[in-house]
């Protein structure tokens, strides 16, 4: 990939976690990246903490450190994989779903209708991002 197009995918990703940060980061509510991880576990549940890592970018040690609060507040269940007693399965719980849809869903919502009051071509922009990503696996 292109280093300036690379730049410029950074630059939009920090600004829209930053915005997303200023919205839901607070002693109330779930973090940002605690809605990131949550709603990804939505996606691909049930899953691995190996593979909900490599989902969201980040390192094993990493995901499982995220997860503690998550599994302590009862919005994730991690068990034992009875396949591979190695392995961990992570999967929502009633709570967390809830939690997702109340917080992540909402600011989901927000970002998408300022978009579309300031005139931005919306629905183009995820149908070129989700072509990006898929170009992006694929390397």
């Given amino acids: 990939m292109d280093d300036g197009l690379a730049d410029l995918l950074h630059r939009v990703v920090m600004l829209l976690g930053e915005a997303a940060r200023r919205r839901t980061d607070g002693p109330d509510g779930l973090t940002y990246s605690q809605i990131r991880l949550l709603g990804t576990l939505e996606d691909i549940e049930p899953t691995t903490q190996h593979r909900l890592a490599q989902a969201l970018s980040v390192s094993d040690p990493a ?45 989901d919502e927000e970002f998408r209708a300022a978009l579309v009051a300031a005139g931005f071509p919306y629905d183009r922009y995820l149908e070129d991002t989700l072509r990006l990503a898929e170009l992006l696996a694929s390397d």
């Fill in 63 to 107: 995901i499982s450190r995220a997860l503690r609060p998550l599994q302590t507040d009862g919005l994730v269940q991690i068990t034992v994989d009875p396949e591979h007693a190695r392995r961990r399965l992570v999967r929502l719980t009633e709570a967390g779903r809830e939690a997702f849809h109340t917080t992540g869903k909402p600011l």
